[in-house]
């Protein structure tokens, strides 16, 4: 099993430019979530998804889409990014119905907005 | 809103010590999470707490719950430098999904 895998690691954007965070789990899982994190802060919850076509906004849903078109995929879109953006992003999966289960995590994508 | 708030944020102590990190949250959960994360790294998870007074131990971790206080504590024995890295701990307050709240993280660093 991979895990939970996220391209790119690292990407650079100027203001106002889009793009597609990907995440992919091979765990079956029916449970996503994007995560953002920032400086001296705990991770923060952007979307999730509790399932193929199901998606739900968190805490800080402004300025990104998602979608889930299967179970394995879930990306996360940026529309017009903005410095503030400036982030370390996170995609996290697990199972909804298994309570002792911990969500597990992938590497990060680093984006950086000028 | 969930408040969940992690002290000390920054901790640096001998190798050898015993310390403890503390986790308060403001609202009803019985599910409480623990992670590492080194640096430039992901997060790492340590320990499920599902249940009031549940205690988890993993060599030199130990976590506890206590939901009636909503406190979590991670305590740290005999610390080496392995050990030196951001500590989470996360509430999920909801039994649909998964919605992770965390604290800010607190810094360990081990020093020899």
């Known amino acids: 099993n991979a895990g939970v895998t996220q391209t790119p690691k690292f990407q650079v954007l100027k203001t106002g430019q889009s793009m597609t965070l990907q995440c992919a789990q091979d765990?079956?899982?029916?449970?996503m979530s994007w995560y953002r994190q920032d400086p001296g802060m705990g991770l923060r919850l952007i979307h999730y998804?509790?399932?193929?076509?199901?998606?739900d906004q968190g805490e800080v849903p402004n300025g990104y889409n998602v979608s889930r078109s299967t179970t394995e995929d879930f990306p996360l879109r940026l529309l017009s990014a903005a410095p503030s953006q400036t982030s370390v992003y996170f995609c996290?999966?697990?199972?909804?119905?298994?309570?002792?289960?911990?969500?597990?995590f992938g590497p990060g994508t680093r984006l950086l907005v000028l | 809103e969930l408040k969940v708030e992690q002290n000390p944020l920054f901790l640096s102590m001998q190798e050898g010590k015993n310390y403890t990190i503390y986790c308060n949250y403001s609202?009803?959960?019985?599910?409480l999470y623990w992670y590492r994360q080194d640096p430039g790294k992901s997060l790492e998870s340590l320990f499920v707490?599902?249940?009031?007074?549940a205690v988890k131990q993993e060599g030199r971790l130990m976590a506890s719950l206590d939901t009636k206080a909503r406190l979590s504590t991670l305590h740290i024995t005999a610390a080496v430098h392995d050990l030196s890295a951001t500590y989470f701990c996360?509430?999920?307050?909801?039994?649909?999904?998964?919605?992770?709240?965390f604290g800010s993280g607190t810094q360990l660093t081990v020093l020899p």
């Open positions: 707490l599902l249940s009031n007074g």
């Open positions: 765990m079956n899982h029916e449970y």
């Open positions: 996290a999966s697990s199972y909804t119905d298994a309570k002792w289960e911990t969500q597990y």
């Open positions: 609202t009803t959960s019985d599910r």
């Open positions: 996360a509430v999920d307050p909801r039994l649909e999904a998964r919605q992770l709240t």
């Open positions: 998804s509790v399932g193929a076509g199901i998606t």
